[in-house]
């Protein structure tokens, strides 16, 4: 039986590489231009800012399907991610905008510089380092990780690839990154900007392996992958959530509202089934 490598969450997400970001353009409604007292006063009253009034406007890595990905005809973001933000917003009284697609390890920047967007739903693990600079609502999801390998390597174990001469890659700044380097120490590793040129780059043999999210890895290989096969699921014990500036608290207690409510009326279920198939915790 092939062995399941399993250690804690907190063991193995090392630190992930922050890229600075500029802050463009910061709104009055912006939490970070806001003075001293009127935080204070938004505190006091539960009052969050927006960065454009009556919409949450929200962030993503669209390369991240079922999660999130591009619409081909319309254009558009579509995927689980967006649909929970519509379903969130309907509760909070608000409509949702999505800022264009940005790479992931900048949306963590990004948030917190505030002043571009109110919060980032992208399928992102609660680290403790990514807590560090920004505040996270309650999970919404829980995730493990999955290697995945050319169907004609199966059988491949992690001892098979860590070792000398092997080329394993992931999404640079993901816990998948993390996980890799951790556990594959004897492996070359190899960053890129997406899963796509990750998944690609093992179907036309310039990887051995890529480790990716497990639900992304199965959606990947059922229908835009079908060569490719998981080898191994990696019981991280992952949760995610969204992302938000810890100068706007009081957004994410309103964020967390409106979780439990689509969890509690089974909106969430209906969402997990509609891009899983099936319900997570």
């Known amino acids: 039986m092939t062995p399941i490598y399993n250690i804690s969450r907190r063991n193995f997400l090392k630190v992930s590489g922050m890229l600075g970001v500029g802050v463009v353009g910061a709104s009055a409604l912006a939490g970070c231009g806001q003075s001293n007292s009127d935080q204070q006063q938004a505190a006091d009253d539960g009052s969050y ?17 079922p ?20 379903a969130l917003v309907d509760k909070m009284g608000l409509e949702s905008e999505w800022l264009p697609s940005q790479q992931f390890d900048t949306i963590v920047p990004l948030i917190k510089a505030g002043g571009k967007a109110d919060c980032c739903i992208t399928g992102m693990t609660i680290t403790d380092q990514r807590e560090q600079e920004i ?22 174990t992690i001892d098979d690839l860590n070792a ?4 394993v890659c992931a999404q640079s700044g993901t816990t998948g990154g993390d996980w890799a380097q951790e556990n594959l120490s004897n492996a070359q590793y190899v960053p890129l900007d997406d899963y796509i040129q990750c998944l690609t780059g093992v179907q036309t043999g310039q990887y051995d392996a890529a480790v990716i999210d497990l639900p992304v890895a199965s959606n990947m290989v059922s229908n835009s992958y079908t060569d490719l096969v998981i080898a191994q699921q990696i019981p ?46």
């Open 67 to 86: 999660f999130e990905s591009m619409d081909k005809n319309t254009g558009e973001i579509q995927g689980f991610d967006p649909d929970l933000a519509s």
């Open 49 to 65: 800012t927006l960065v454009n009034d009556g919409k949450l406007t929200c962030v993503c890595n669209a390369t991240f399907p």
């Open 135 to 156: 505040d996270f609502t309650d999970p919404y999801l829980d995730s493990n990780q999955a290697i995945v390998v050319p169907g004609t390597a199966s059988g491949t």
């Open 164 to 167: 000398d001469g092997k080329r």
């Open 236 to 281: 991280t014990g992952e949760q995610m959530g969204i992302g938000v500036s810890k100068d706007n608290p009081n957004l994410t207690k309103a964020l967390n509202q409106a979780l439990q409510e689509v969890k509690d009326d089974g909106t969430m279920d209906d969402l997990q089934i509609k891009w899983f198939g099936t319900t997570i915790s």
